[in-house]
């Protein structure tokens, strides 16, 4: 029997349909194990022919549960912040949830929040980055894991997921000195996260014992910062300093390295090698192509997903998950002047 004109589809007309009981359906709709493979395919087929779809209001009704998680980040521009939604959507699906997505200037971010919360999320994943502490004292916040938390934010009663940015500097850096560079320099700002890439650069250049240059070469943040820090570089070497390879804390202060390299007339990467860090889109198209290290934000996306559905199934969360840093080798780094033939 088809719908009553009118109306869409409800779970008792796609169970009709298929000749199974209302559970039944239930059962597919949420993947609930111990449905036979050939029920199942028919309750898809009549799902399919009737254009049922679920009526998430009527199922919180039901359940007491909004089947919504709710996203909210102060980074909304930011490329990695859609790949990391993209892999939160598809984690959820399997599960029911719906992502609601809210971004947030960073001073409004709590107004911003309060906000999401009236909406009454199970769980919230934050991309605030430096802005946990406003995140931690909203009263009565729904389970909420952050992503790439600041490692030096005294804040940390949140659940976290983030890059292994530590190891992804010190495997640039080992990168670099097994090219047979004697030392690498390292520009840094003070962004969240750069902290754990500096001390991922020293634990690399102390394991092998190469010299840590000094001074080291702080810098503002963006291309900037990179173009001005690799100026410093650059006069350093002329005045005979040995600086044949720079890793950048990301790929933007490495591509304002790169221009400043250039003008000042040295050749990446026949006299300097230039690493960063983030594989933002852009580093593959430069010239020359950077090399440079990530975590996919998509892997780290769906981890967070499913360290917060630990959390809403009571399961201890107190140690940050870490998603490995991946080296993406290119065409910015090679051997020092003198190894090369």
Same mark, same amino acid.
């Given at each position: 029997m088809p719908p009553q004109p009118g109306r869409g589809p409800v779970m008792n007309d796609v169970a009709r349909l298929a000749g199974v009981s209302h559970q039944t359906v239930s059962r597919v709709l949420n993947a609930h194990p111990g449905v036979l493979p050939e029920t199942e395919a028919r309750v898809r087929?009549?799902?399919?022919?009737?254009?049922?779809?679920?009526?998430?209001?009527a199922r919180a009704l039901v359940t007491h549960r909004s089947a919504l998680v709710g996203v909210l980040t102060t980074v909304p521009d930011h490329p990695d912040t859609v790949r990391a939604v993209v892999g939160m959507e598809r984690a959820l699906g399997a599960t029911g949830r719906t992502v609601l997505y809210a971004g947030a200037a960073p001073?409004?971010?709590?107004?911003?929040?309060?906000?999401?919360?009236?909406?009454?999320?199970?769980?919230?994943?934050a991309l605030v980055p430096g802005q946990e502490g406003e995140l931690a004292a909203l009263q009565h916040p729904p389970p909420t894991?952050?992503?790439?938390?600041?490692?030096?934010?005294?804040?940390?009663?949140? +659940? %976290? /997921? #983030?890059?292994?940015?530590?190891?992804?500097?010190?495997?640039? &850096?080992?990168?670099? =000195?097994?090219?047979?560079? *004697?030392?690498?320099?390292?520009?840094?700002d003070d962004a969240p996260g750069h902290a754990a890439r500096t001390r991922g650069w020293r634990s690399a250049l102390a394991e092998a014992g190469a010299p840590v240059p000094a001074p080291e070469i702080p810098a503002r943040t963006g291309p900037g910062g990179g173009h001005a820090a690799g100026l410093a570089l650059a006069a350093r070497r002329a005045a005979g300093e040995e600086v044949t390879a720079v890793l950048a804390a990301d790929d933007?202060?490495?591509?304002?390295?790169?221009?400043?390299?250039?003008?000042?007339?040295?050749?990446?990467?026949?006299?300097?090698?230039?690493?960063?860090?983030?594989?933002?889109?852009?580093?593959?198209?430069?010239?020359?192509?950077?090399?440079?290290?990530?975590?996919?934000?998509?892997?780290?996306?769906? +981890? %967070? /997903? #499913?360290?917060?559905?630990?959390?809403?199934?009571?399961?201890? &969360?107190?140690?940050? =998950?870490?998603?490995?840093? *991946?080296?993406?080798?290119?065409?910015?780094?090679?051997?020092?002047?003198?190894?090369?033939?």
């Amino acid at each position: 029997m088809p719908p009553q004109p009118g109306r869409g589809p409800v779970m008792n007309d796609v169970a009709r349909l298929a000749g199974v009981s209302h559970q039944t359906v239930s059962r597919v709709l949420n993947a609930h194990p111990g449905v036979l493979p050939e029920t199942e395919a028919r309750v898809r087929a009549a799902i399919s022919e009737l254009g049922y779809r679920r009526n998430s209001s009527a199922r919180a009704l039901v359940t007491h549960r909004s089947a919504l998680v709710g996203v909210l980040t102060t980074v909304p521009d930011h490329p990695d912040t859609v790949r990391a939604v993209v892999g939160m959507e598809r984690a959820l699906g399997a599960t029911g949830r719906t992502v609601l997505y809210a971004g947030a200037a960073p001073e409004d971010l709590s107004a911003v929040a309060e906000r999401l919360l009236e909406h009454a999320p199970e769980g919230c994943v934050a991309l605030v980055p430096g802005q946990e502490g406003e995140l931690a004292a909203l009263q009565h916040p729904p389970p909420t894991v952050v992503i790439d938390p600041d490692p030096g934010n005294p804040h940390h009663t949140l +659940a %976290a /997921v #983030g890059t292994d940015h530590l190891g992804g500097a010190r495997a640039l &850096t080992r990168h670099l =000195l097994g090219l047979g560079h *004697r030392t690498v320099h390292h520009v840094a700002d003070d962004a969240p996260g750069h902290a754990a890439r500096t001390r991922g650069w020293r634990s690399a250049l102390a394991e092998a014992g190469a010299p840590v240059p000094a001074p080291e070469i702080p810098a503002r943040t963006g291309p900037g910062g990179g173009h001005a820090a690799g100026l410093a570089l650059a006069a350093r070497r002329a005045a005979g300093e040995e600086v044949t390879a720079v890793l950048a804390a990301d790929d933007l202060l490495a591509l304002g390295v790169l221009r400043s390299l250039a003008e000042s007339g040295l050749r990446v990467p026949g006299q300097v090698s230039v690493a960063g860090f983030g594989d933002r889109p852009e580093a593959a198209h430069l010239v020359p192509a950077l090399t440079t290290a990530t975590g996919d934000p998509a892997e780290v996306g769906e +981890a %967070a /997903v #499913g360290l917060l559905l630990r959390l809403l199934g009571g399961h201890d &969360t107190d140690t940050p =998950l870490l998603v490995p840093a *991946r080296l993406r080798e290119r065409h910015s780094t090679g051997p020092p002047p003198l190894r090369r033939r």
